[in-house]
Nanobody, 122 residues
Framework: QVQPVESGGGSVQAGGSLNLSCVVPGYTCMGWFRQAPGKEREVVAR???????TYADSVKGRFTISLDNAKNTLYLQMNNLKPEDTGIYYCAAEPRSWSGDRWSCRGNYKKWGQGTQVTVSS
C-alpha cells in the first residue's frame, strides 16, 4: 500500500520559513497535523473541498496548504515560524467523499506518513 512520505523539516530560528512536502499518489483529501512533545496530535491545515481549506487558529496567516495534483504532492508553506510550532509534522490522506459531481473531505484519514521534525528556536 502507498503511504504518504513527508520531507522538508528542519531546524530554523524564530521568524524563519520552511516548506514541507508530502507525496502520496492518487489522493486529494489531505492534511497536515503536528505533535509537540508531551502534547496530543493536532490538525494544522487540511483540504476540505475543491475550493476550500481550513487552518488551525494558531497558524492562520502564517501557513499555507496547497496541492499539486500533477506531482501528487501536498505542500505546507510555513512562514514566520514560532518556537511553539516545534513538533513532528505528519501528512495524512483519505478518499474523497462524492455528492453528485462535487467532492469533499470528511477528515477520516486512513493513510499517515512517518512524520518530519520541525524545530524552531527562539
Amino acid at each position: 500500500q502507498v503511504q504518504p512520505v513527508e520531507s522538508g523539516g528542519g531546524s530554523v530560528q524564530a521568524g524563519g520559513s520552511l516548506n514541507l512536502s508530502c507525496v502520496v499518489p492518487g489522493y486529494t483529501c489531505m492534511g497536515w497535523f503536528r505533535q509537540a512533545p508531551g502534547k496530543e496530535r493536532e490538525v494544522v491545515a487540511r483540504i476540505i473541498s475543491e475550493s476550500s481549506s481550513t487552518y488551525a487558529d494558531s497558524v492562520k496567516g502564517r501557513f499555507t496548504i496547497s496541492l499539486d495534483n500533477a506531482k501528487n504532492t501536498l505542500y505546507l508553506q510555513m512562514n514566520n515560524l514560532k518556537p511553539e510550532d516545534t513538533g513532528i509534522y505528519y501528512c495524512a490522506a483519505e478518499p474523497r467523499s462524492w455528492s453528485g459531481d462535487r467532492w469533499s473531505c470528511r477528515g477520516n484519514y486512513k493513510k499517515w506518513g512517518q512524520g518530519t521534525q520541525v524545530t524552531v528556536s527562539s
